[in-house]
């Protein structure tokens, strides 16, 4: 995790007025907006720039009715060379072209989303909570000029996780920050503070010391919008095969789009916005610095 996202939470000198609310109730609140505007909303065109240990790439992104469209356009801060660049496009034409595979990836999207927000259901009753203060919004961070609640959590001793997908919250602890007046969670920051086994111990196993941070943003429309992620995960899968997710990822530069965007049209975007890269000169690249 970057460093700026691990600095102390700056206080205002007037803060929301939650003396009379329990935090309990506020997360319960902000989570029961959370998932009443998880469906439908704005579909978006946007960058994302992900590091790993084996380096970078930068990606253009845009949703669809029928499934998330995506093309990468940068390695390493450098663009594509020509057999990357057909590369992108025979897998994107091969989509287009196979309506069996394009129904799949949309599954596969649609059980990591039931999977997040089985996760943020969840924490209401996974957790103790405790208010630790307010920090600034900022771009990319809760909605500008909403003053966030900073909330501390525990786990709570008394939770009994009703699946595999629930069971890593029994290790971990961190803190949230919620702009009360969205009712939106802007950032989310966990730790695993004990090595914690999934599926009862049969699946695997997580390693204490992983963490997560996922944080979200109003994006200028009103539609809010994952805007950071970063991984430290390892552990082992069904007690063999190492894991091992470290990677940090942030998004940018959303722009809104048709809402009935078919796959195919949302290819043709893609291309267009690539080409209007190359068009202004400007190589298609997204680094740290660019993004703060």
């Known amino acids: 995790m970057a460093a700026a996202l691990l600095s102390a939470p700056t206080l205002r000198a007037q ?8 935090p309990v109730q506020l997360v319960r609140e902000t989570v ?7 469906s439908g909303g704005a579909k978006h065109l946007f960058r ?22 995506g093309r990468l356009i940068a390695v390493n801060d450098q663009p594509l060379n020509p057999q990357q660049e057909q590369s992108e496009n025979d897998h994107l034409a091969w989509l287009m072209n196979n309506p069996d595979q394009l129904r799949k990836k949309h599954t596969r999207e649609k059980e990591d989303a039931d999977r997040t927000m089985r996760i943020v259901k969840a924490l209401p009753d996974a957790f103790r909570y405790e208010y630790a203060g307010t920090e600034n919004s900022a771009d990319g961070l809760g909605k500008v000029g909403d003053p966030l609640i900073r909330l501390k959590f ?21 803190y949230l920050l919620i702009d009360p007046e969205a009712k939106r969670i802007a950032r989310i920051d966990g730790t695993l503070f004990r090595d914690v086994s ?12 992983g963490r997560f941070c996922v944080q979200q943003a109003d994006v200028g429309d ?20 190492g894991i091992s997710m470290i990677s940090d990822e942030t998004f940018s530069d959303f722009h809104q789009v048709p809402e009935n965007l078919t796959f195919a ?5 893609l291309n267009k916005e690539r080409e209007q890269l190359e068009h202004d000169a400007s190589p298609p690249v997204i680094t740290r610095k660019n993004l703060r």
């Open 222 to 241: 009103g539609s809010w919008e994952i805007t950071l992620m970063s991984l430290k995960i390892t552990g082992k899968i069904l007690m063999l095969k």
């Open 265 to 269: 049209d949302g290819v043709h975007l």
């Open 48 to 69: 994302s720039y992900r590091r790993t240990p084996k380096g970078s790439q930068t990606k253009l992104y845009v949703e669809t009715n029928d499934a998330i469209a």
């Open 32 to 38: 029961a907006h959370e998932t009443a505007s998880d």
């Open 154 to 174: 525990t786990p709570n001793p008394s939770y009994s996780p009703p699946s595999h997908v629930e069971q890593v919250l029994e290790g971990m602890q961190g």
């Open 198 to 209: 999934f599926g009862w111990g049969i699946i695997g196993r997580l390693d204490k010391g």
């Open 15 to 22: 803060e929301p007025n939650i003396s009379a609310l329990p």
